[in-house]
């Protein structure tokens, strides 16, 4: 596998009384993505933020907004996710009744396309929608919550995804760190998600130890 590899820092992880000084933090010390969990509270048990805040910190900065939508029915959301300056948009298979018609409402905004696969989620569920995908997000921890630790029977999925196809985009997210990732870039993941393991200590060590 030659696809470059890709870091993440997951913003649900930064202190959110600096989120401007985190953000450039992150990106002057060679992040490429920033991923913005949006949490409802009901898709997941769990709130978090929304479109204000990814328009408000967009104005100060250039990395790819990577938006997860943790969020039932994400079709309400996807216009002021797109205007608030998203580059990629991602949604739970699990959480759209007609997902191929939420895949060409992300694509009718101009933003790549993510779909996300909870744990348990099978890769069959969007196998006729591959071609549609720029990037399949392979759920390592149940979504809702940082810091949880990392479900090692998601490598095989990684592995099956990556031999049905060689170049899309495979994103991991939860309890990604420098042991985990190893294994995962191993399996053919591509992008990297890292919430609490990144935002601890040393920014620019911690995204060079998860290349
Ligand atoms: C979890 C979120 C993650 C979270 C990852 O539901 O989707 O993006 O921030 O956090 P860590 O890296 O701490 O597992
Ligand atoms: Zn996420």
Known sequence: ??????????LLAADFSKLREEIQEVESHGAEYLHLD?????????????????????KHSNLVFDVHLMVENPDRFIKDIADAGADVITVHAEATKHLNR????IKSYGKKVGVALNPSTPLDFIKYD???????????????FGGQAFIEGMLQKIKDL????????IQVDGGINDKTS??????GANILVAGSYLFKGDYKQKIESLR
Request: glycine fraction near 4%; avoid cysteine.
């Open 38 to 58: 949006v949490m409802d509270g009901n898709f997941v048990p769990n709130i978090s933020f929304g479109a204000p805040v990814i328009s408000s910190i967009r």
């Open 1 to 10: 596998m030659s696809k470059k590899i890709i870091v993440a820092p997951s």
């Open 162 to 169: 990556r031999s049905i196809d060689p170049n899309i985009d």
């Open 182 to 187: 190893k294994l995962v870039k191993e399996a």
């Open 102 to 105: 939420t895949i060409q409402l």
């Open 130 to 144: 591959l071609k549609d995908i720029d990037m399949v997000l392979i759920m390592t921890v149940n979504p809702g």
